[in-house]
């Protein structure tokens, strides 16, 4: 399973950051970079004084829902 995250940071001070971790759960790699490059396109809706920096799809071992 994977697990996508998206770090966003505040536009006029770029060292404060915040982390977004998916509610859902991949079966693959790649269906976990698509939905984190999905969630990186909608920050601007939600949260418009921050810029997506970087995203990341952290492989969950078994029986994990998070790390």
Same mark, same amino acid.
């Given at each position: ?10 536009? &006029?001070?770029?060292? *404060?950051?915040?982390? #977004? $971790? ?6 693959? &790699?790649?269906?976990? *970079?698509?939905?984190? #490059? $999905? ?29």
């Amino acid at each position: 399973m994977w697990q996508a995250i998206v770090t966003v940071c505040f536009i &006029e001070a770029m060292t *404060k950051c915040v982390v #977004l $971790e998916s509610q859902q759960w991949f079966e693959t &790699e790649r269906s976990c *970079k698509s939905r984190a #490059l $999905e969630m990186a396109g909608d920050v601007h809706k939600y949260m418009k004084s921050h810029k997506p920096v970087r995203y990341k799809c952290r492989k969950l071992g078994g029986g994990m829902l998070t790390q």
